[in-house]
Every structure is written in C-alpha cells, then in structure tokens.
C-alpha cells in the first residue's frame, strides 16, 4: 500500500521577506512502512523566526524545514501506537514516514504525553515545546544569574519566546518591561504581568522611554530583534549586565549587511556579557525545562495564547504572516480538522486568522 | 616641614591622539604627615592604553590617573617603614602623601614583596601587576574553559596584556596566533613561544591570514584592539566561541561613533559568548593570580620585555608612544635615578628610549 503525501518547497530563494510566491505545494508517493517504521499525519505545524535565517541554507526545492505535532497513524515500531500524539522535525508534510524513531539527530519522534491535564496538545509548539525552552534556558542560563528585583527589558515581547520569558522573570521576581508592536499585543502583555509594555511603533523616541521606565538601568536584555533597537537599549545596560542573544527578527529579511555602533567600548566599561545561543544545546536538560514550566502552566502562573490559521498549504501565509508580527503568542497551522488541542481550553485564549 | 612635589595635569581635554601640549607639570606643596600617613617618592610610572579611555571622565586641570610604584621615604604609620617599595593609585606625581594606606578605595597602599628573586620590582606595574592580572582573568576566567588544543587569537601581543595573555594559553597547551605592529615585535612574539606572529601592518588581508592560520576556526579571541580587526576575527569565530573584550585600542582616539558590522546573527549561530570587563573585579583573587604569574616567570615560563621611559617629566611623552605602539612589552617611566629594578636584570630585556 503507498501513500500519497503533500509537502511545501522553497520554489525560490528569498529575498527580503518572503512572498508567498516563493513556495511551491508539491505531492509525494511515501514507500510502504518497513519493521521499525512510523507512519504519521501532522494535524499541526509550526511557523517559527528561525526558519527565516536557516532559509539561507537552503536549496531551491528543499523541503521547508520544521516541527509538527502529528498523530501516528500506522506503526511498525513497538513504541509507537496508532493514535499517539508525536512532535518530529518532519519538515512541512502533511504526511510522512519516520523511518528511524529513536534518532537523535535532529531529535527522536518525541510522544506528547506530558501536557498539563485541560491545555492542548499545541502547547507542545509553543511554551511546553521549543520556543517555551528557549526562553527558559536563554533566560536562566544566558543571563544567570537573574536576581529579584533586576530590570528585565524584553522585545517581541507578545511572541512564543518574549511572552514566556517575560512570565518567568516575572515569577523570579524581576521588574519586566516588554515591547511589542500594536496596542492589542501591549494589552496582552499587562494580561500577563508585564510591570511596563510599550508599543514600538507609536512610542516615538526609544530613548526617552527607556530614560523613563528603566531609570535605574537595565540589568538583562532579552533581544529577539536586533537592530537598532539593541543599540539603543545597550547604551542603558548596567554594570555586569547580561544580553541573551536570542533573535534578531528585525534583520532577517535585510538584503545587505547591516551596521551599527561598535559595542566593544561598552561591554568593557559596564563589564556586559552577551552571548547568542540555540536552544538544542540544552537537549539533556529538555524534560526539567517541560517540568519547571508545565508546573506553571498548570499554576496558572504561565498564561498562553495561539494565533492559528487554517489549512496545510497556508503555512507560508502564516510564515510570512509571523514575520510580519501578525501574532499574538504562538503563530500555528491546523492541517487536519480532527486535529486535538489548539482550540483555546485551558487558560489559553485563541485569535483564528 | 614642608615638602615640594611635581605633578602633571591634563591641561586640555584630548582631541583625538593626546598632544604633549596636552598636559601641564605643575608644583605643589604636601603638607606635614599626620599620624597614620606615609609619604612616598615615586621611582617608577605606569603608562596604560587604559588611562586614553578614562580620561574622558576627566576635567581639564585633574591629575592624570596612575599607578606608581615608589619608595616611602617617610611614615607615621606602623605598616610602612622607610625605604618599603609600594604600589599606589598616586596619579602622575613625583610624591604625595597616602593619608589611609588601607582604604581600599580604589585600592590600598600595597608593598610590593612578592617578585621572584632575581627579577625587577618594575614587574609589579607588569606581568606581576595590573596587566598580568589583566591577561589572566581575561583570559582564564572570561573565555573559561580553556582547552588544550584550542586557537586563541591575541592581538597587540607584543604589548603588556598580549604578551602575558599568549604565553598563558600556550603553558594551557593552546595554539596561539599573535598580531603586533613591527616586525621587530613579531620576533618577539616568535621568541616566546607564539605559534604564528603576524606584522598586521604589512601582513595584506587579515581574512586571507586568518583562513591560512586559522583554518580550524578561532576558539578563544582575546580583543585589545576593536574595530574592523574584530568584525573580521569575529567571522572566523568556531561555536562555543569565546571572546575577551579586554580593551579597544583602535577606538580610544576616535572623535566620532565608530560603526561596524552588527553581530547578532554571528553570535547566535555560532553561539558566541563575549564579555567585557575591567580587571579589579577579580580583586578578592589578586594575589592568587601574582603567585600563579609569579611561578611561570620562575620557571622561566614567562618572559616579559619593558621599555622605559627616561624622567618623570617625559611620561606624557610615553603615553602618547605607547598609544601609537612605540613600546615592546610594559611601557614604564623612570623617575627616580636611584630606582631599584628594571634595569633588565633576570630574563627581562629592556629597550630604552
């Protein structure tokens, strides 16, 4: 028996944003399931910032890489049941065979079986996936260690990662300010707990307001964007302040090498470490992360939203879409309607594009 | 009874390069010690690329900041007696009076009782004194761990910090690649111990030198010197990078912003950790650092060079060549004839100017 699969290529390079053009919806025949084989349907798909820079990667006609949350629907491995909830690095499939389950490289067929009891199964993309570890561990081992009482400035602050870390400074007792980009997300921001939230768009001068909500400095700075706006919050960085280099959104798409102030003068003279990182370096510590934020997840001490869009071949809208800052919380794509979770139980609230 | 003493001023704020016409020497009077204060002579100053940068926290009319190191020639207090070599943050003065030997603010009146027989006190302002501690720490504590077999890039390696940072990481089993200014500094690189010594003035295309001498990437980069030197070092950077930023030589006499490649996406793919610092934050540590130093040159693992300055009057005159390279090793000025040390006994050398 085969199959009959779709996947979505990078039909063309990008360059600067990408368009939804740039993409191509192909089908695939998958081979008949060999002893050890796992057969499953992604039910959803995540869109994340760090598909825009590994895109540089990539050939035309590669797959789009990523992560799914997919259900097993046949199975020739004794692992795995059909009916089980799994994340894969699968790439952008609505249908695929995992012929080595237990490979770690990039990351085994990981079973989602460590939800919190009435919060969906996307979480598993979103805090209690990826994005929820890269703040965890961007946060407490970047920047370690964070102190009660220290300024915590965070950009993209309404996304999967800044929305995550902002809870958590907060819940170690930090005074967190958070920027994002329309004033629905800056509501969203104070929902959680930010002490200050800023609309970056509409504030006019970064500094004056950095002057004013961080009087006494700023001892962490979780960057996802980059840019100018890093220049800018650095110049307010205090002694043995710690940047966590998480993202720099804000030049994925550029087209050219982007300049700004050298630093070096000022890491030296405020003693700063500033350090980029990928999350996967954490891979042993993967399931104490789960635990320590599943326990606020279910304290209600870690609140959540989703944006989703719906249907498979949408995933380069939501791509582009995520690019564009159109989310609150973690951007995801339903790619099946029987799909479980990501339908705003729990304590999470959903916005439908 | 009085006493008369010499100090020099920064009569004119610095307009890029500090000019000798910069400066001011003027007399003042010390008045009569009290009880608990000791009196000293100065015999030896330092010169530091560290005082370029500082001064711009200076008024016009301020004492230029400085180490000393000097001989007490009188004391009410019943820790010094005349004759005890010292170090003290004097500034530039030929004497002065040390009203509270241990307020350790910035630091105490600290004798100078711990070099190795057989070589100079003067090591004290060097390789047994701020800049060893400086290479040191920088070294061993921001780019921890370091590893055997790991590339570490130095630069202004035949200077005070440089010089002591490269032969610390070969005696850690590392390949050292070390750039300097003069071919004559590159032999000195050569002789002791730098795997690879490179004139950058001469040497064409860093990338193409770092390519041939590099070709396994750079682990560890010890930063004196900013600028466009490190946007190319940066991009040759291995992950788990490392980098000291220990000073920005290149930047000091800038007049405007210098503006370089922003680094974000290096840092996070390459997961790049990099730190500035300045070196009395390790001051709980100092001595164990002396004492680690002080067995290296025993064993004649660590070799040092001065270049001495002739005259108290003249140390404007060795910042200023110091800021332009003119010095192989520590930049030091001779105050006092009757000074003891530096006089390139023990594996030192000396080059006068």
């Given at each position: ?256 090498q982007s300049i ?10 405020k003693q700063i ?81």
């Open positions: 028996m085969t199959t009959k699969s779709s996947k979505i290529v990078m039909a063309r390079r990008f360059d600067g944003m990408p368009q939804v053009s740039d993409f191509a919806l192909q089908e695939e025949t998958l081979a008949p399931l060999e002893d050890g084989d796992v057969l499953c349907e992604t039910v959803w798909l995540s869109v994340d910032p760090y598909m825009r820079s590994y895109s540089r990667n990539m050939k035309e006609g590669d797959v789009m890489m990523g992560q799914t949350l997919s259900k097993v629907v046949e199975s020739r491995h004794p692992n795995y049941v059909v009916g089980d909830l799994v994340l894969y690095y699968s790439g952008w499939r609505d249908q695929y065979v995992v012929k080595n389950p237990d490979d770690p490289r990039p990351w085994p067929l990981q079973k989602v079986n460590y939800i919190p009891e009435g919060h969906p199964s996307t979480l598993s993309l979103g805090v209690l996936g990826m994005p929820g570890a890269t703040a965890y561990f961007g946060l407490n081992e970047i920047c370690k260690p964070v102190k009660s009482g220290e300024t915590v400035v965070v950009n993209a602050a309404a996304g999967a990662v800044g929305a995550v870390v902002g809870q958590l400074a907060k819940s170690q007792g930090c005074r967190v300010v958070g920027f994002a980009g329309t004033d629905e997300k800056v509501e969203y921001l104070r929902e959680l707990g930010f002490d200050e939230a800023v609309n970056y768009k509409t504030m006019g001068s970064l500094e004056d307001v950095l002057c004013s909500l961080c009087p006494n400095g700023i001892d962490i700075y979780f960057d996802n964007v980059g840019g100018s706006f890093s220049d800018t919050v650095m110049s307010h960085m205090n002694q043995f302040g710690r940047v966590s280099v998480c993202g720099c959104i804000s030049q994925y798409n550029n087209t050219g700004g102030p050298r630093l070096q003068g000022l890491l030296i003279s470490r500033m350090e980029g990182f990928l999350v996967h370096r954490w891979k042993d510590q993967w399931m104490e992360c789960m635990e320590a934020l599943g326990a606020l997840v279910r304290e209600g001490k870690m609140k959540y939203r989703e944006t989703t869009v719906d249907g498979f071949e949408r995933a380069p809208e939501a791509l582009i879409g995520m690019l564009q800052g159109e989310n609150i919380g973690k951007m995801i794509v339903k790619c099946q309607s029987g799909g479980s979770g990501g339908d705003g139980d729990g304590d999470g609230e959903q916005c439908k594009q």
